[in-house]
C-alpha cells in the first residue's frame, strides 16, 4: 500500500507540473525590447487613431485587440500571426464577420459564437490567421456594432499603424519583420543536410497543427540544432588531428606548367603557395587555371589551357607564366588547434573544399578538407 501511494503521488505531481509554464528560451534583453516595442507601438497607434478619428464620432479611437496584436507584433515577430496580412486583414475581416452576425441575429451568445466561428474559417481560407481577429469579432458583438465603418475606423486604422509601428521598430532593434521566405540552399548546404524539404513538409502533415512559427524559421532552427550537435560532438577534435600534414607547396616563381604537372599527378585541386621559410602567401587551385585560360566555352578549351601552362621561350610575355601571377593572395586559414566543428559553418557555406593549417608565425604545417571533416564526423557518429 506505502509503494502503491507514493506512486500515486508521483502521478499527480506530474500531472501538475504539465500546467506549469515552460520557462522562455530568451534573455533579460529581449524582454525589454519586446516590452519596450509593444509600449511604443500601442502608444503610436493610439495616439494617431485619436488626432485621425472624427471630432464627434461615436466609435473609439482605439480596440482592445490591438493590445493582443502587439504581443504578437513586438514579441513573436517571427510568428506567421504577426505578419502584416495577419494583423491587417485578420482584424479587419474578423470584425466585418461580428458586423454581419450582429446584423442578422443581434447580440445573443450564439452570434457572438457564431462570430469568433466563422471569423476563423475566414481567417484560414484567406491566409491571415490572427488570433486577435476572434477577439475584434467578439468584440463587435458585445458592443452591439451594426455599423461596417467600424471594420474601417477604427480597426483598420489601428491595424495599419501598429503593423507599420512594428516594422520600424523591429528593423530598428535588429529583428527581421516582415518575415521573408529562407534563401535557396547551395548546393554544398544540401550535402550536409540530414533531412529535406520534402522531409520536414511530410513531417508537418502528420503534426497537422498551426505552428507558431513560419515553416522556413523551423527549418532555418532545425539545421541550426543539427550544427551545433556536430560542433558538440566535435568539440575535442582539433584541426591538427584530422589534416593532412605535410602538404605539396609551390613557391611564387613555381612555373605553371610544374604547379599543374603537381596538381593532376596528386590529384588534388589546390596547391599552397609558401615563401623561403613556409610562411603561407597565396594559394592557387584549379579553378585559377580556368580562369585565366578563359574556359567560359567547351569548344577548344584544351589548346587555351595548354596555352596557358607551356612556358614562352622568349624573354617577354604576355601571358602569366609562374603560380605568383594567377594565384590568390587572399586566403581563408584555420589553426592547428582550432575545433573542426567550427569549420562546419565555412565548407557548408562559403564555397570552400580545403583550407591551409598555419601555426602561430603563419607557416604552413597542414591543408584540411571536406573529406577529412566528413571521416571526423563519421567516426564521431
Known amino acids: 500500500m506505502k509503494g502503491e501511494s507514493l506512486r500515486l503521488r508521483r502521478a ?15 534573455d533579460a534583453r529581449e524582454r525589454w525590447r519586446a516590452a519596450c516595442g509593444a509600449l511604443f507601438g500601442v502608444l503610436l497607434t493610439g495616439w494617431l487613431g485619436l488626432l485621425l478619428a472624427p471630432a464627434h464620432g461615436a466609435a473609439p479611437w482605439l480596440v482592445a ?13 517571427a510568428s506567421p500571426f504577426a505578419q502584416p496580412w495577419s494583423v491587417v486583414g485578420g482584424n479587419t475581416l474578423s470584425a466585418l464577420v461580428g458586423i454581419a452576425c450582429v446584423q442578422l441575429l443581434g447580440v445573443a451568445p450564439w ?44 480597426v483598420l486604422l489601428n491595424s495599419l499603424l501598429l503593423m507599420l509601428a512594428g516594422v520600424a521598430y523591429n528593423r530598428a532593434t535588429g529583428r527581421a519583420y516582415p518575415q521573408r521566405g529562407a534563401s535557396v540552399p547551395k548546393l554544398d548546404e544540401l550535402r550536409l543536410r540530414s533531412f529535406t524539404d520534402a522531409d520536414l513538409d511530410a513531417v508537418l502533415a502528420r503534426y497537422n497543427q498551426v505552428l507558431d512559427v513560419s515553416r522556413d524559421d523551423l527549418h532555418i532552427l532545425l539545421e541550426q540544432a543539427q550544427m551545433q550537435a556536430w560542433r558538440r560532438r566535435l568539440g575535442q577534435v582539433r584541426c591538427a588531428d584530422v589534416m593532412s600534414t605535410d602538404p605539396i607547396a609551390v613557391s611564387f616563381g613555381t612555373p605553371l606548367d610544374e604547379a599543374w604537372a603537381l596538381l593532376r599527378r596528386h590529384r588534388i585541386k589546390s596547391l599552397p603557395v609558401v615563401d623561403r621559410v613556409r610562411r603561407l602567401v597565396g594559394i592557387v587551385t584549379l579553378a585559377d587555371f580556368m580562369r ?90
Not at 66 to 77: D, Q, R, T
Not at 115 to 127: H, N, Q
Not at 301 to 325: C, F, M, N, Y
Open 292 to 381: 585565366e585560360a578563359r574556359i567560359d566555352t567547351h569548344a577548344d578549351w584544351h589548346r587555351r589551357l595548354a596555352s596557358l601552362i607551356r612556358p614562352t621561350p622568349t624573354t617577354h610575355s604576355d601571358k602569366p607564366e609562374t603560380v605568383g601571377q594567377i594565384m590568390a593572395r587572399q586566403v581563408r586559414v584555420v589553426s592547428a588547434d582550432r575545433p573542426i566543428g567550427d569549420l562546419l559553418p565555412l565548407f557548408s557555406t562559403t564555397g570552400h573544399h580545403h583550407v591551409p593549417v598555419i601555426d602561430g608565425e603563419r607557416r604552413l604545417v597542414g591543408m584540411i578538407t571536406q573529406s577529412d571533416v566528413v571521416r571526423a564526423l563519421a567516426r564521431s557518429d
Open 12 to 26: 499527480a505531481a506530474a500531472s501538475w507540473r504539465d500546467f506549469l509554464p515552460p520557462d522562455q528560451q530568451v
Open 111 to 154: 452570434s457572438a459564437a457564431l462570430a469568433v466561428g466563422l471569423a476563423i474559417a475566414l481567417m484560414f481560407a484567406l491566409r491571415c490567421l490572427h488570433p486577435p481577429g476572434g477577439a475584434c469579432a467578439l468584440l463587435v458583438v458585445l458592443g452591439g456594432v451594426t455599423d461596417p465603418l467600424f471594420a474601417l475606423e477604427p
Open 65 to 77: 485587440p490591438i493590445g493582443a496584436s502587439a504581443v504578437l507584433v513586438f514579441a513573436l515577430p
